[in-house]
Nanobody
Framework: QVQLVESGGGLVQAGGSLRLSCTASGRTFETWTVGWFRQAPGKDREFVAAITLGGGSSYLHLAESVKGRFTISRDNVKNTVSLQMNSLKSEDTAVYLC?????????????????WGQGTQVTVSS
């Protein structure tokens, strides 16, 4: 049984920063891939970033739209993945969802992630 819990969302002015966290419990495999997706009203779910959790090596990938502004990191002891969001823009406003899958192959397709959190709202005011 796997549970993902997001935290850190909120309201921030354009140009500001937020740090989101996703904590996983009930882990049954050594290596996970944890991804962040976002979904705004009227838009499809969009890949943001992903990183491997567990194992000795860390691999990560960021969407082109957030490179240079967002960073993703992991804490293997706490089973937590963080998304540091800087230089936020109004178009970053969305519900941000944490997702996970077994193994260490990074994927951007939402359908390959079998475990999902409930999401946390990020609102950027212009």
């Amino acid at each position: 049984q796997v549970q993902l819990v997001e935290s850190g969302g909120g309201l921030v002015q354009a140009g500001g920063s937020l740090r989101l966290s996703c904590t996983a419990s009930g882990r049954t495999f050594e290596t996970w891939t944890v991804g962040w997706f976002r979904q705004a009203p009227g838009k499809d779910r969009e890949f943001v970033a992903a990183i491997t959790l567990g194992g000795g090596s860390s691999y990560l990938h960021l969407a082109e739209s957030v490179k240079g502004r967002f960073t993703i990191s992991r804490d293997n002891v706490k089973n937590t993945v963080s998304l540091q969001m800087n230089s936020l823009k109004s178009e970053d406003t969305a519900v941000y969802l944490c997702a996970a899958r077994a193994g260490g192959v990074l994927r951007v397709e939402s359908q390959v992630y079998g475990y999902w959190g409930q999401g946390t709202q990020v609102t950027v005011s212009s």
